[in-house]
């Protein structure tokens, strides 16, 4: 990899006091061995509907149907290459949750209806092990799967850290940060680094070349995690403050975060993508 330069020695520093860099600490994983498991995989689909011209309570139930039955289709031929698949209930909404409605004006003179984009979340297994599948079987179901990972566990204070990024598909993704107070930062795309297409099977650093925020441990310590959303089709746009170094900053939290990330099908157009947020641990200590 390449040396970045930082402008005037530029430091990121935030009111919580964490800073950023690009560095490498320890030894570098080689390009040829399995990226680790995730600490946590969030798997579902997102789908949109045309609920049609109906009134907007009518219009929710018949886009969950809908979306149930698409759901329910696309998982089969998933099974069928060899993965164990299931929906999960997500109360009290069900396996369908409603992500946007939106009434849609008629077109040639029909009357207007309402579109629905919705979100059906599952788990997949490898039936021989039931533990989570491999790379090869899900290369073979043509099913996204998106790493991220850090070279150790545990940090001290002013140690740097460097992330790593890998999926087995090509496919866009926003990567977050949320730091042991909870607040969410947005790492990439930042104001100088706007890459958001991920090419399968390349490793990718974070910070890199064209950042201009270095990754250093600061208080508060404690649980920090990363995390990547990833899908097969652009993400929409969320509202962000920029701050130190381009990198921006959530006005809310994680849960809200990762719903707004997930507006993927373009209003009024009905789509089906599969989508992939997968999160890693770290824990910082003082010195």
């Known amino acids: ?10 430091f990121l520093s935030f009111s919580v006091l964490w800073c950023i860099a690009v560095l490498t600490w320890g030894p570098v994983m080689a390009a040829s061995e399995v990226p680790p498991l995730p600490d946590s995989v969030q798997r579902s689909l997102i789908i949109g509907i045309d609920a049609g011209p109906v009134d907007k309570d009518s219009a929710r139930k018949k886009g969950r149907e809908m979306a149930l039955k698409k759901a329910r289709t696309f998982l089969a031929d998933w099974e ?12 009290p909404q069900g396996p369908i949750s409603i992500l946007a409605q939106k009434k849609i004006p008629g077109k040639q003179g029909k009357p207007s209806g309402f579109w629905i984009e919705t979100e059906a979340a599952f788990t997949v297994k490898d039936p021989k092990t ?12 043509d099913l996204l799967d998106v790493r991220i990972w850090t ?5 001290r204070e002013r140690e740097p850290i460097t992330l790593t990024l890998q999926g087995n598909r090509d496919f866009y993704a926003k990567i977050a940060w949320i730091d ?10 930042n104001n100088y680094r706007q890459i958001a297409v991920f090419e399968k099977g390349r490793r990718y650093r974070l910070p890199d070349e064209g950042d201009r925020y270095r990754l250093e441990v600061r208080p508060p310590f404690g649980v920090v995690r990363f995390v990547v ?5 652009p993400m929409s746009h969320v509202n962000l403050k920029t701050i130190g170094g381009g990198i921006y900053e959530y ?10 990330v997930r507006r993927i099908i373009p209003e ?20």
């Open 1 to 10: 990899m390449g040396s970045t330069a930082f402008p005037h020695g530029r």
């Open 229 to 233: 959303y990833a899908a097969r089709l």
């Open 130 to 141: 039931a533990g989570p599948p491999n790379i090869a079987l899900l290369d073979r179901a």
């Open 268 to 287: 009024g157009e009905e789509g089906l993508t599969p989508f992939c947020e997968a999160g890693w641990e770290i824990r910082t200590r003082p010195r």
């Open 80 to 91: 069928k290459a060899g993965l164990s698949c299931a929906l999960v209930p997500t109360p």
């Open 180 to 189: 042991a107070a909870g607040k969410v930062r947005q790492l990439l795309p």
């Open 151 to 155: 070279e150790r566990r545990e940090y």
């Open 251 to 260: 006005r809310s939290g994680r849960n809200a975060f990762g719903r707004s």
